[in-house]
């Protein structure tokens, strides 16, 4: 079967810039793990309630790319995604956390169902579907996984602490992973992007995303397509001695 990996969140934003990359260079990042050549490798990928713009996806990648409903709130999903992926699709060789949700409060205005949303939806999920894949990963001994995280894992942003919180997590259970894989031939990597405009950071006022942006060295700033690229990286070849890593993507940010 062909190798496929699954993006979550994969319809927009990050995520879809992810699957466009996999796709246009998908069969350097396969032969990695065991791809079968060009033209082989699949992306299966993720979507919570937005199915117009997953059919958009599919349809554009000319049958190389399936979507799938996944909503993080749902702790059952994942091993049944897993399993339809490469029952349907293809063998997985690569996992992409890249599905999220953030909800904006100061702590002390944060209620308990909030902040367990947040960490539940955005750590938890990514547990969860790292658990899913590592079975069928683990039987081959081989794969890659990597995990978005975010630049308010390691620098402090009002509002956000149960987001960042939870992308801090994900940081700590990249470098776990990787030390209780590896001897599997498994990679296990994070990228932590800085500010990227999607439609999940549309909602800010302009003074928050030029607080957020004011730091950055690079005055081009950070596009979606520049996080893909360096996932796609540490899922390929090129990348076949990195894990436990973080790559950050933020035009300098945190220099």
Known sequence: MSPTYLVTGGSRG????VVETLLAGGAEAGEAEGGEGVGQVRVAFTYRSDEAAAREVEEASQGRARAFQLDLADPERP??????VEDEVGEIVGLVNNAGLRREAILAMTSDADWQAVVDGNL???FRCCRAVLRWMVSRRRGGIVN???LSASHGVAGQASYAAAKAGMLAMTRVLAREVGSRGIRVNSVMPGFVATDMTADLPQH???ALTA???????VA????ADAVAFLL???AAAITGHTLVVDAGTSA
């Open 224 to 227: 979606a397509s520049d996080v």
């Open 148 to 150: 978005v995280s975010s």
């Open 215 to 221: 730091g950055q060295c690079l005055k081009r700033g």
């Open 208 to 210: 928050r995303v030029e």
């Open 236 to 238: 390929s070849p090129r």
């Open 79 to 84: 091993e049944d995604l897993a399993r339809q």
């Open 14 to 17: 990050i995520g879809r810039a």
């Open 124 to 126: 938890g999920g990514a």
